[in-house]
């Protein structure tokens, strides 16, 4: 158990269709973000919240919205999705600084 | 550009072998470097954090290496078990506009084999 959940685990859905990724955490960190896998490619930082409030947004397309209503749980919407956004999302927290982050296990994304 | 290349790509070995995977970067200014630890279908779970005053730090039979002068960080591990097949993330941490921006590699995946 990390403890960051993510889900839902798997997620499969059609380039029309509005879903929402969620993520919680019950470490007691201050800070959360949200992180693009693609096989062979490295991590990409798509969002990050500091207290809640949205510090860092790494030129992510409109069809992703995040939205982070109190510090221990984290959502990204997805509307209108391509099939390139196909890939692992991985949602982390930490105590910010240099403290290390704590992954979720990640929702494993497939669009059709 | 700051960037992270790791090598190999990937690495098959047998069970109970020594290997090392190597980290090279170009990040500057450079605050700290970590190796993550990514089990297939989990997320990656922190190894090791070096600072730009560390040479080597050990947890278990992982040992981490770091050389700010030629800004090479290797990750050696001795006496593979199947359980560390995984992908092997470093992870290099600069500090800009006031707080740490993460820098990852696209990682070497390990194959411990029996």
């Known amino acids: 158990e990390t403890g960051v959940t993510q889900t839902p685990r798997h997620l499969v859905m059609g380039m029309t269709n509005k879903k929402s990724l969620k993520c919680e955490q019950h470490?007691?960190?201050?800070?959360m973000y949200w992180y693009k896998q693609s096989a062979k490619k490295p991590l990409e930082l798509m969002f990050v919240y500091s207290l809640e409030e949205r510090v860092e947004n790494n030129s992510v397309p409109s069809r992703f919205s995040p939205e982070c209503p109190n510090s221990s749980h984290l959502f990204l919407h997805l509307h209108t999705l391509q099939p390139e956004d196909s890939a692992l999302y991985l949602c982390a927290s930490s105590h910010g600084g240099n403290s290390p982050l704590h992954f979720g296990n990640g929702t494993r994304l497939t669009v059709t | 550009k700051n960037q992270v290349e790791q090598s190999p790509q990937s690495l098959i070995i047998l069970e109970g072998k020594n290997c090392t995977l190597q980290?090279?970067?170009?990040?500057?200014?450079?605050?700290?470097l970590r190796w993550y630890k990514q089990d297939t279908g989990r997320g990656p779970v922190s190894l090791t954090i070096m600072t730009f005053s560390e040479n080597t730090k050990s947890n278990g039979r992982y040992t981490a290496t770091l050389d700010a002068d030629t800004k090479q960080s290797s990750l050696h591990i001795t006496a593979s078990q199947l359980s560390d097949s995984a992908s092997y993330i470093c992870?290099?941490?600069?500090?800009?506009?006031?707080?740490?921006?993460?820098?990852f590699g696209a990682g070497t995946r390990l194959a411990v084999h029996p």
């Open positions: 470490l007691g960190h201050n800070a």
């Open positions: 992870v290099v941490s600069l500090f800009s506009g006031g707080y740490n921006k993460l820098i």
């Open positions: 980290c090279n970067y170009t990040v500057s200014p450079f605050s700290n």
